[in-house]
């Protein structure tokens, strides 16, 4: 399932809620914020890919901290499956300051 996922199935999901397993065994909220398009790095484009790179941005709970790696996140869009996805934080959500940002990236 994750090598076939592209940005379009996660557009138009802005703002939707995503369970995110952790290694604690506990479920916590991950709202997805944005999804970003890597149309070229350096003037390179990605014409031999599978999919053209993106990157997906989370709002993580208020007060709890991921460490970076791999959580498994469900949604209605993946059906019954749970994804792993690789997240990184990437600071404080704005929106939120008790919250804080990750990017998952998909190549």
């Known amino acids: 399932m994750?090598?076939?996922l592209k940005a379009s199935d996660f557009t138009g999901h802005e703002n939707s809620n995503f369970e995110a397993s952790a290694d604690d065994g506990k479920i916590y909220c991950f709202r997805l914020k944005e999804v970003v398009m890597k149309k070229s790095i350096s003037g390179h484009q990605?014409?031999?890919?599978?999919?053209?790179?993106?990157?997906?941005?989370?709002q993580g709970p208020e007060g709890v901290r991921f460490s970076?790696?791999?959580?498994?996140?469900?949604?209605?869009?993946?059906?019954?499956?749970e994804v792993p996805v690789f997240v990184v934080a990437v600071?404080?959500?704005?929106?939120?300051p008790l919250c804080l940002t990750y990017?998952?990236?998909?190549?």
């Open 91 to 96: 600071g404080t959500d704005q929106a939120n």
């Open 46 to 58: 990605f014409e031999n890919m599978n999919r053209e790179p993106f990157s997906l941005f989370f």
């Open 103 to 107: 990017q998952a990236v998909f190549n």
């Open 2 to 4: 994750l090598a076939k």
């Open 68 to 81: 970076q790696g791999t959580i498994g996140l469900r949604h209605t869009l993946f059906g019954s499956e």
